[in-house]
Structure formats: structure tokens, C-alpha cells
């Protein structure tokens, strides 16, 4: 960790830091195949294309993009990759940072790979929400789960909420605002609503708006990666705009959402794909997962983690989520001008980068809750 950072000071000290983040290219949450030092928020990311089943392969791997990510200035690294169990567990005995290991397992009962994240930073980062949305994981969800429940804010016209699949150019306003939490631009959002990216099939959005006042307050996204044979989807962006959290909309817009890219998958004969999502600690978007019927691998259920976060994405990404900054003690005590450069370099405020626990959707909640039917009524419920 000292090595990496000594390294980064030294890049900023000769000026030869270059931390650009393109204005106008679209943000993306899931990314591309293959190496990126480009990635907002001073990541570098490497979806891995092979599976590797060769402890050796992934160690060479690994250790070489770390060593390209100091070198491009990064401040994380984070590598992606399927991996056989062996693979898997060889990182984890041999201490790497595996912040994610996701158990195909769950959606196909014929393999015991997992989709894993190994990934550090150049400060290191506590988890101090562990300690609350740990007992909430460990122990049993208290609410039922159910078609109604998951979709009580929206109905055909009976409420003041419709949901939409797709946004329009007059919602650019207010999709800039509800994506000002990520840090997406007005001219980003633009360029999302004209390209008409999530009318692809493998893009889905999903929205909720006020009748009323003819404005959207919710939504949430998905994007698809292919990785050596998995369909990873990710369901991204969730926001609910301020005024109206706590009503159930980003839940309804959830699950109207995972109905829609279930329809494009599961019921088109794709296959069952790693529908998955990164949930911001600090707001508490894990429980609306969980309500969604989304479970965390390794935590849910499991006992004796109070010492150990697990499926935690540490430092990922900045969200202006009106909760309170982050303090790193270890960030403190670097000198003022340091922290200044690194504040210029990555644009958003490092006291906002939050740490996110992951989850899926497994099969069996796909059998209970997201059957055809139940997806084809969930669709009928766009407008
Ligand atoms: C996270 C966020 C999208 C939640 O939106 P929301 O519309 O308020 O969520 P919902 O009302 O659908 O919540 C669903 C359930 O989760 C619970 N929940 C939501 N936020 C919670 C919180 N901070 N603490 C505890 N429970 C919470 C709700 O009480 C509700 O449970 P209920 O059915 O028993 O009432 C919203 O707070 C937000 O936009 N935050 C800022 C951006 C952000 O962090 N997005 C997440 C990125 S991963």
C-alpha cells in the first residue's frame, strides 16, 4: 500500500498525472472487456475475456495490470474475472484483496466458478457500516417478499406513480439531477436519452413518474457484459429524487427493471444471467435489494463476519447521496497539498467515495418470485 501510494505522489509531483475524465462520454457502471485506465473516479478495470483455471495464469495476470495501474497514476484497481473454485480459493488463501466472489453456482447448478473482484486502492479503506448492515445480512428479513409488496407504490393508473421503460428528451432535467449523485453531466445524460442506449435489449431502464407533477422521481438502469460465457447484467444508477424516498419507488422501479432484462434473458432462451448489482453502504441500498429478492453470497445467512466485511466494494465510486462524508484517518494525516492534487485529479470529493456490498439474483428467487407470468404482469405495468 505505502509503495503505491509513494508512487502516485511521485507522479504528481512531476506532473505527470493524467486523470482525464472524458465530459462527454457516457458513464458505465458494468464497463468493456479488456483493460481500461480510463475509468472514472482514477480507476483502472480489467474485465478479464478467459476464464482462468490456472492459479499461476491469474497471479501473472493480476500482478502485472496492478503494476500498469501505478503506472497510468491510478488510484484502484479493480480486476474482474471468471475463475474455476481452485482459482478462486488460491486467491483468497494467498491474502489477495478478493472484495468480490460471486458463486455461478447460484444460477447454474452445473459449475462451481465464480465471477470474483480482487482490488486495492493506494489508501487503504475500513468499513465502518459494517457493523450495521452486517446483523441486518445475518439475520432473517423480517418482510415479506412478494409481486404486491415489491410493487405497492405503482399500479395501472390507480396511483399517483406509473412506471416507464423508457425516458424522453423533456426528462433530461430531471435525470440530470436524480444522476448529479453519480456525477454524470447534463450533456452525458443527453447524449444516454438521444442514443436511445436502453432500447437495445441489452440495456433496460426502468423509471417512475409522478403523474402529477409529469416528472421523473426514480430509476434505475441495467447493462449487460459478456464474460467468458456468463451474461453478467448489472442493475446500476438507482435514485430516488429528493422528496420522495422512502415510498417504495426504487423498489417498484427494481423490479420492474430485473422483470425487463429477465424477459430479454431468461424467458428468451438466453439463458439465466449473473443479474447483479453494487449497493451503496452509506444509503442503504441493500435493503431495497433485498426486498427486491436480491441475496449477498457468503454474508446472507452466515455467522461470526462481525470482524470480516465480505462482497464489499471498497472506495469504488463518489455518490452525493446527502449522507455523511466518509473520514479516513489515513487520508487525514496525508499533507494538505496531496490531498488537494488528489481531489483536483479525481474531480468529485474523496470524503464522498463510498463503499458498496454486492449482491445477485439467484435462481431460485427467479423460480418464487420472477416467474413468466409474474414478469409479463410486471411489464404490463409500463406505461
Ligand atoms: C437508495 C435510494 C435509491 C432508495 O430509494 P427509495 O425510493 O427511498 O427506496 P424505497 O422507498 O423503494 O425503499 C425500499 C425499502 O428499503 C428501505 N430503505 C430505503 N432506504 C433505507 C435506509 N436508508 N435505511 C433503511 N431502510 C431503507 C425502505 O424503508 C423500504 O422498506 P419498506 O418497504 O419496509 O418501507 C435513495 O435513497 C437514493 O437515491 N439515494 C442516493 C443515491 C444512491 O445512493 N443510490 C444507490 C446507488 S447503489
Not at 294 to 319: A, C, D, F, I, K
Amino acid at each position: 500500500m505505502k509503495r503505491a501510494y509513494d508512487f502516485f505522489h511521485m507522479q504528481i509531483e512531476n506532473g505527470s498525472t493524467s486523470l482525464q475524465v472524458a465530459e462527454h462520454a457516457i458513464p458505465t457502471s458494468v464497463g468493456v472487456g479488456g483493460k481500461d485506465f480510463e475509468r472514472s473516479y482514477g480507476r483502472a478495470y480489467f474485465n478479464v475475456e478467459n476464464r482462468i483455471d490456472d492459479p499461476a495464469v491469474f497471479q501473472r495476470e493480476y500482478e502485472t495490470f496492478a503494476q500498469e495501474s501505478l503506472e497510468h497514476g491510478r488510484r484502484r484497481h479493480v480486476f474482474r474475472a471468471r475463475m474455476s473454485e481452485e482459482v478462486t480459493e488460491s486467491a483468497i488463501g494467498a491474502g489477495l484483496p478478493v472484495e468480490m466472489a460471486l458463486p455461478l453456482s447460484l444460477i447454474d447448478s452445473s459449475t462451481r466458478d465464480h465471477v470474483v473482484i480482487v482490488a486495492d486502492d493506494i489508501i487503504s479503506a475500513s468499513v465502518p457500516e459494517w457493523e450495521k448492515i452486517y446483523p441486518f445480512w445475518k439475520n432473517p428479513f423480517g418482510k415479506e417478499i412478494s409481486y404486491d409488496t415489491m410493487t405497492r407504490a405503482v399500479d395501472h393508473g390507480a396511483t399517483q406513480f406509473s412506471l416507464v421503460n423508457h425516458p424522453e428528451e423533456r426528462d433530461i432535467e430531471a435525470l440530470t439531477k436524480l444522476w448529479w449523485a453519480f456525477g454524470w453531466s447534463r450533456d452525458q445524460v443527453a447524449g444516454y436519452v438521444k442514443q436511445g442506449i436502453y432500447r437495445t435489449h441489452t440495456a433496460w431502464f426502468s423509471g417512475v413518474r409522478d403523474r402529477t407533477t409529469d416528472t421523473l422521481v426514480a430509476v434505475s438502469i441495467g447493462e449487460q457484459l459478456q464474460l467468458s460465457g456468463v451474461d453478467i447484467v448489472e442493475s446500476t444508477e438507482w435514485a430516488t429524487a429528493a422528496g420522495y424516498e422512502g415510498r417504495g419507488l426504487c423498489q417498484a422501479s427494481a423490479t420492474g427493471l430485473i422483470a425487463q432484462i429477465l424477459h430479454d434473458t431468461e424467458y428468451a432462451g438466453k439463458g439465466t444471467p449473473l443479474l447483479m448489482g453494487e449497493f451503496n453502504m452509506a444509503s442503504r441500498a441493500d435493503v431495497v435489494a433485498r426486498a427486491v429478492g436480491m441475496t449477498v453470497p457468503y454474508v446472507e445467512g452466515v455467522h461470526n463476519l462481525e470482524s470480516t466485511p465480505r462482497q464489499v466494494l471498497r472506495q469504488n465510486v463518489s455518490v452525493l447521496d446527502h449522507r455523511a462524508p466518509n473520514i479516513r484517518p489515513s487520508f487525514m494525516s496525508l499533507d494538505q497539498t496531496v490531498r488537494e492534487q488528489f481531489r483536483e485529479a479525481y474531480r468529485m470529493p474523496y470524503q464522498y467515495l463510498r463503499n458498496f456490498l454486492v449482491g445477485m439474483l439467484p435462481k431460485s428467487r427467479i423460480d418464487s418470485l420472477y416467474t413468466k407470468n409474474a414478469v409479463e404482469t410486471l411489464l404490463s405495468l409500463y406505461q
